[in-house]
């Protein structure tokens, strides 16, 4: 059987703990399937075609081995999961402040399509405290982003930030 993931987020931007997620569906399931959810609430940092970009970019490493692809999708993630033939959806937990939200969202995912779980699982140790709005901060003033983003993310942060836009 063909098992596929949904992997969902908003990714503004990729960090090193949602490669660590990633890599770690990939241990579960056949493909996994990172979808870029469009929240029209939010503005982001980078748009969501960026976010998409630096993700097939950062995704090429051999080790994904190509078994993991990038859509982005708009509206109802479990609808989006239905329509993509996804049985599963995976969400990180890195601490345990995430686990009331993400609970939450799990019983009102589950009463919208009872044909969809979701899996929970940790990322490795050194990414329990990572989050987008974290780099997004330290990249702002400048701070070393090495523990946080792959290099490529590094330079599209210090772009967005410092470049002279006059």
């Known amino acids: 059987m063909n098992s596929i993931a949904l992997f969902p987020g908003s990714f503004d931007p990729p960090t090193l703990g949602h490669l ?24 982001g940092l980078f748009t969501v075609e ?5 993700l097939t970019d950062l995704l090429q490493d051999p080790s994904f081995e190509g078994r993991v692809s990038v859509e982005i999708f708009s509206g109802l993630m ?4 239905r329509q993509q033939g ?3 959806i995976v969400r990180g937990l890195r601490q345990v402040s995430d686990f009331e939200f993400e609970y939450r969202m799990a019983l009102t995912n ?10 929970f699982l ?21 701070g ?23």
């Open 20 to 43: 660590n997620m990633i890599g770690r569906a990939c241990s579960q399931f056949d493909r996994v399937l990172v979808g870029i959810g469009v929240n029209h609430r939010k503005t």
């Open 50 to 54: 960026e976010r998409k970009e630096l």
């Open 78 to 81: 479990v609808e989006f999961a």
């Open 86 to 88: 996804v049985r599963t």
């Open 110 to 119: 589950r009463r919208l399509t009872p044909d969809i779980d979701t899996l």
């Open 122 to 142: 940790m990322p490795d140790e050194p990414h329990t405290f990572v989050s987008a709005t974290l780099v997004r901060e330290v990249a702002q003033f400048g």
């Open 144 to 166: 070393d982003l090495s523990s946080f983003v792959p290099e490529a993310v590094a330079d599209a942060l210090r772009k967005k930030f410092f470049s002279d836009n006059s």
